[in-house]
C-alpha cells in the first residue's frame, strides 16, 4: 500500500480541519493542522510583547519555538498545551496578521515540508496545494458561504464552553477571508489541479464521502 499526501485548502471555518481529523481516521494517516501553526506564533507573540508588525523579532521568536502536535490533536509550544488558548478569536485574527511576512511562513512552510516528506499526511491550511506540498497526489479546496462558516465557528465555540459573538466571528471571517486572499505572498487560492467543493449545504459525512471519491484505490 503506497501512503500518499492529501492537501485541503480553503478559508477560515471551511470545515477543512474536522474533515482532515475524519480522513486520517479513515486512512489511519496523520493530520496536520497548519493554520494552528500560525495561531501559535500569534499567541506566543502576545503574550511574550513581541510586536506582530516586527517581522525580524517574529523570526528570531519562531527559532527558539518548538511546536509540537500529538496525535489527540493537542498543540504544544516548548511542551506546553495551549490547544485552547490559540482557538481565541482575537488569535485568529493575529494569525492572518504574521502569515503575512516571508520569515514567518519560509520557517512554518520548512516545519510542515520536513514532516510530510515520508507521506501518510492530511494538511490542512491556505497555501498547502499551492506551496507546502505542490505534488499532493490529492488537492481539495474547501469553500462554504460567510453564513454556513460564521454558523459553525459560533457553534464550535459554543461547544467547547468559549465566550462567542455572531456578528463579530461574521465580520471577523470576511476580514480574513480579504486580508488572506489578497497578501502578496501565498495568498489563498485554488490550486489549478484542486477538486473544489462547496460544503454550504452538506453534511460532514457527506463532504467526507465526495472526497473518499478522489482517493486512489489503495492508499
Ligand atoms: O486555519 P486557521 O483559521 O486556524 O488559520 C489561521 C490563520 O493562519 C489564517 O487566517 C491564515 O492567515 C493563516 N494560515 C496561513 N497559511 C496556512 C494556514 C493558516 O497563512 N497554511
Known amino acids: 500500500m503506497k501512503k500518499i499526501n492529501i492537501a485541503i485548502d480553503g478559508p477560515s471555518a471551511a470545515g477543512k480541519s474536522t474533515i482532515a481529523k475524519r480522513l486520517a481516521k479513515r486512512l489511519n494517516y496523520s493530520h496536520l493542522d497548519t493554520g494552528a501553526m500560525y495561531r501559535c506564533v500569534a499567541y506566543q507573540a502576545q503574550r511574550l510583547g513581541v510586536d506582530v508588525a516586527d517581522e525580524a523579532a517574529l523570526a528570531t521568536m519562531i527559532d527558539a519555538m518548538q511546536i509540537d502536535f500529538d ?9 506546553e498545551d495551549v490547544s485552547l488558548a490559540i482557538r481565541e478569536n482575537a488569535i485568529s485574527m493575529l494569525a492572518s496578521s504574521v502569515s503575512v ?10 516545519m510542515q515540508q520536513t514532516i510530510a516528506q515520508n507521506k501518510g499526511y492530511i494538511m490542512d491550511g491556505r497555501d498547502i496545494g499551492t506551496v507546502v506540498l505542490p505534488d499532493a497526489e490529492v488537492k481539495v479546496y474547501m469553500v462554504a458561504s460567510v453564513e454556513a462558516r460564521a454558523k459553525r465557528r459560533y457553534e464550535e465555540y459554543m461547544e467547547k464552553g468559549m465566550d462567542a459573538d455572531y456578528s463579530v466571528i ?3 471571517i470576511e476580514q480574513r477571508d480579504h486580508q488572506d486572499m489578497h497578501r502578496p505572498l501565498s495568498p489563498l487560492r485554488k490550486a489549478d489541479d484542486a477538486v473544489e ?7 460532514i459525512e457527506e463532504v467526507e464521502e465526495a472526497i473518499a471519491q478522489l482517493l486512489p484505490s489503495k492508499c
Open 71 to 79: 496525535s489527540d490533536h493537542h498543540v504544544y509550544i516548548n511542551g
Open 197 to 203: 467543493i462547496d460544503t454550504s449545504d452538506m453534511s
Open 101 to 110: 511576512f516571508p520569515a514567518v511562513r519560509e520557517r512554518l512552510v520548512h
Open 170 to 172: 461574521y465580520k471577523d
